[in-house]
T-cell receptor, first 113, second 114 residues
């Protein structure tokens, strides 16, 4: 079965607002997590990653939070723009998986102008 | 920037045909992967390779084979295409430090089998 899941399949936000996309994982052996963005007709694009020895990591307009106690991962996008409209996937790698990612099914983010 | 190139964006093939999907990466990555992506099912791993001439089955290898004759190229082969293999196929690569390296994806090949 799949160990990475999502709280919401779709998310609609107003341009300029902050977006929060959530992800739950069930494998406590997971030690590396990645967020991907997939625009229509394109392959997944790497956004940001975080290792299990960290709680928070920031990039440009994006922040990933990792709560290992409840096995929860979130992606925060500040000042959401129309170009942020896409499907967002979380993915995990767990020790012993030979580096293969396990993907969640994705959350579709729609940005209203 | 890593570039993963899939030779075809769209393919239409007939049932029973042999189909080759080609993928090339330009970053000297050791590891390469083939996924298929279907609505409601997400990304599922078909095959992967950690080195030239090496291959490992993923979660759904049935009906597929792969070839890795050169480090930069990883081919997915459908020996006898069937309609249930209609899907988006994604190739990805990553460096040898696989525990801490994100996969870099190509833009996909949308295959339709009629």
């Amino acid at each position: 079965g799949e160990s990475v899941g999502l709280h919401l399949p779709t998310l609609s936000v107003q341009e300029g607002d902050n977006s929060i996309i959530n992800c739950a994982y069930s494998n406590s052996a997971s030690d590396y997590f990645i967020w991907y963005k997939q625009e229509s007709g394109k392959g997944p694009q790497f956004i940001i990653d975080i290792r299990s020895n960290m709680d928070k990591r920031q990039g440009q307009r994006v922040t990933v939070l990792l709560n290992k106690t409840v096995k929860h991962l979130s992606l925060q996008i500040a000042a959401t723009q129309p170009g942020d409209s896409a499907v967002y996937f979380c993915a995990e790698i767990w020790r012993g998986s030979q580096g293969n990612l396990i993907f969640g099914k994705g959350t579709k983010l729609s940005v209203k102008p | 920037d890593v570039k993963v190139t899939q030779s075809s964006r769209y393919l239409v093939k007939r049932t029973g045909e042999k189909v080759f999907l080609e993928c090339v990466q330009d970053m000297d990555h050791e590891n390469m992967f083939w996924y298929r992506q279907d609505p409601g099912l997400g990304l599922r791993l078909i095959y992967f390779s950690y080195d030239v001439k090496m291959k490992e089955k993923g979660d759904i290898p049935e009906g597929y084979s792969v070839s890795r004759e050169k480090k930069e190229r990883f081919s997915l082969i459908l020996e006898s295409a069937s309609t249930n293999q209609t899907s988006m196929y994604l190739c990805a690569s990553t460096s040898g430090a696989r525990e801490n390296s994100p996969l870099h994806f190509g833009n996909g090949t949308r295959l339709t089998v009629t």
